[in-house]
């Protein structure tokens, strides 16, 4: 049985979106199967891998936890919008590569949201902070080393980066 449709706005990567949707749609599903923006993952679909992180509001949630109920009137960030331009990455993406911070990748968007997020809120964050911050994100392939070291130096680009705006 399908339910009746709901009408919601909200912005996705800068771009208002009005949509007729079921209630129970989560974010997750409305970025991938909707608007086609897979690069947000699934991975467990329990809350617990954090492959589907995205910025709400500048808030990073699991997407796969939040209707679009719900962020109806607000702003979504996915990892699409973080390259600064068609050549340029993010810092915090470039600190992933140049850090070997990846292998099979399918982590790494969620990975690389979080950072972001952590950068934001604690400017240039020590690693013992990183580990701490990072507790909702899983790694089945790089033991966590390098992804650590990714952000600390990713933190480290953006404050340069903003420093030089």
Request: charged residues 20%.
């Amino acid at each position: 049985m399908v339910s009746e449709l709901i009408d919601v706005t909200l912005s996705v990567n800068g771009t208002e979106q009005i949509l007729k949707i079921e209630p129970r749609t989560l974010v997750v599903e409305l970025l991938r199967d909707t608007l086609g923006l897979t690069g947000t993952h699934v991975g467990c679909d329990t809350t617990q891998c954090g492959c589907c992180i995205v910025s709400l509001d500048g808030r990073m949630v699991k997407s796969c936890t939040v209707l679009v109920a719900q962020a109806d009137g607000h702003r979504i960030h996915t990892i699409e919008s973080l390259q600064l331009d068609e050549s340029t990455l993010h810092p915090m993406q470039q600190a992933f590569v140049d850090n070997h911070a990846l292998q099979c990748g399918y982590c790494t968007p969620g990975m690389i949201m979080s950072a972001v997020g952590i950068a934001e809120r604690h400017g240039l964050p020590d690693e013992e902070t990183v580990r701490l911050e990072l507790d909702g994100n899983l790694c089945r392939c790089t033991g966590y080393a390098n992804i650590v070291k990714a952000v600390v130096d990713g933190a480290q680009r953006m404050h340069e980066l903003a420093e030089q705006a």
